[in-house]
């Protein structure tokens, strides 16, 4: 950590977010607050792992999945991972242009994502499957909703940003807002990899 | 790697920012985990389900290695405290998933 020490004035840094102790403490601590995340979606997971085949009345997992519209949900965050990652490629090259191009872009992914998960839940619901419908049904929606709840906070976190960046410029203070964001989404990515996997394709099989 | 770093710190010309090619690499390889999991769903019919559910986590945690490493970042330097974070998270979480099955169905 040490290395990331030896800032210049006036030079924009090799990597802006390690460039002063206020931007190291933001991404330390940004870490800190994914391994508590990374706990609080596990208990989801147990929870959803060990009710998933308690369906009540109400209709299973096989009987509600289509794969097509799953993968199309996970081919939008992953491209949305990656245009993020390209945004902070562009943040440690110093090109504002190309960073709110490409923040523009993972943004309105996110929300074509959360169009999809809505669509999804309204399909789900005409098909019976409630909030309170089984016990399925409840670990679904909150595993799953808070998900795309974080994707919903995702999207209004990073549009601040760009204003943000907009308004101030981009510098060593909103350099490392930036990083911590694009870190988050990548970590929503990350649990969406576990989601289609467990829930979605788990669900298919058995 | 660290000479590299150093040298980049005094000069900005000198700056060697890396490419988009190892990124675009990731995404590939991503989409491919990924592709993998959905085919060995489709094929579902063929074969036992114990061994689509293996493939699905080996998928799943090849994929998650390869986001966390390349796209958080976590294979470069100064990333000891996240990994040790993020691994202690993962290893609570997977303790919550066993317990929770073992007090529900044993």
Redesign the interface.
């Known amino acids: ?1 040490s ?2 020490g ?3 004035e006036g ?4 990597q802006p977010e ?1 460039a002063t102790l206020e931007g190291r403490n933001k991404v ?1 601590g940004f ?2 607050f ?6 609080l ?3 989801l ?3 959803f ?3 998933r085949d308690q369906v009540g009345d109400g209709p299973t997992a096989a009987e509600l999945f289509k ?1 097509p519209i799953v ?1 199309a949900a ?2 939008i965050l ?2 949305s ?2 245009t ?3 945004a902070v ?1 562009a943040l ?2 110093n090109k504002v242009k190309d960073l709110i191009k490409w923040l523009i872009v993972t943004v309105l992914l996110g929300f074509s994502f959360l169009g999809l998960e809505i669509y999804e839940f309204v399909e789900y619901i005409h098909h019976g499957h409630n909030f309170t419908t089984s016990a399925f049904s409840t670990a679904f929606y909150t595993l799953v909703g808070f998900h795309g709840a974080h994707v919903a906070f995702g999207v209004l976190w990073i549009t601040l940003l760009i204003i943000q960046v907009k308004k101030k410029g981009l510098n060593l203070v909103t350099a490392p807002k930036v990083y911590v964001s694009a ?1 988050y989404w ?2 929503i ?2 649990v969406w ?2 989601i ?3 829930v979605y ?2 669900g ?3 | 790697m660290a000479s590299q770093q150093s040298a980049s710190n005094h000069s900005n010309r000198r700056h060697k920012h890396e490419g988009r090619q190892k990124h675009i690499v990731a995404f590939i390889f991503s989409i491919v985990l990924s592709l993998i999991a959905f085919a060995a769903v489709a094929s579902v019919a063929e074969v036992n389900a114990t061994f689509i559910i293996i493939i699905l986590l080996v998928m799943a945690v090849l994929q998650v290695i390869i986001q966390m490493a390349y796209w958080m970042h976590m294979k470069d330097k100064g990333h000891l405290l996240p990994l040790v974070f993020m691994l202690g998270g993962a290893f609570v979480a997977l303790t919550c998933i066993v317990m929770a099955l073992y007090w529900v169905w044993w």
């Open positions: 950590m290395a990331h030896h800032h210049v030079e924009w840094p090799h390690n330390l870490w800190l994914l391994g508590g995340e990374a706990v979606f596990g208990t997971f147990a929870t792992l060990a009710l794969l993968g996970t081919l992953l491209v991972s990656l993020s990652v390209f490629q440690h090259q870190i990548h970590f990515d990350v990899v576990f289609f996997t467990v394709l788990m298919r099989v058995v």
